[in-house]
């Protein structure tokens, strides 16, 4: 089955969320193939500065799916921006941000200090006591398959 990768990209922004997250799951499958989601890396990144947390979420997903494709550094550009999402205002959105640190840290090695670092000095008490044990743990679990890699 061909996919229209451009049209499946517009539809990660549409006001339904349950269309958007199937354009996520068909991206994210063809990311994990080929490398034909890379060349909307740029939009992915500005993906990262939306309000809505669904698609700072999406734009986090897709980046990391793409590690392994970024021949031209694009993650190494944006790294920054992307490591803000481990403190994002929503924990829903920095717990996804946390569990896919790996996958960048496995494509990136040249990244891992960073990831490290930011990891070890997240400030989760900004958020409240039932999602700080959940976002610590995360953070823990990604650490440790960090360190492993």
């Known amino acids: 089955m061909s996919v229209n990768i451009a049209e499946t990209f517009e539809l ?3 006001k339904n969320n349950n269309v958007a997250y199937k354009a996520l799951q068909t991206l994210q499958k063809q990311s994990e193939e080929t490398d034909c989601v890379y060349p909307y890396m740029d939009r992915l990144s500005d993906m990262l500065d939306s309000d809505n947390s669904y698609i700072r979420t999406r734009g986090l997903t897709l980046l990391a799916y793409n590690a392994k494709w ?6 190494d550009e944006v790294i920054d921006k992307y490591l803000k999402h481990i403190t994002d205002v929503k924990p829903i959105t920095a717990r996804q941000c946390i569990k896919l640190l790996p996958i960048i840290a ?9 990831i490290l670092s930011k990891l070890h000095k997240a400030d989760i008490s900004i958020y409240e006591d039932s999602m700080q044990s959940l976002v610590y743990k995360d953070i823990q679990k990604s650490l440790k398959v960090i360190q492993k890699s």
Do not use: A, T, V
């Open 106 to 114: 496995k494509h990136k090695p040249e990244l891992k200090s960073d």
């Open 70 to 75: 970024d021949k031209d550094y694009k993650i």
């Open 12 to 14: 990660l922004f549409n």
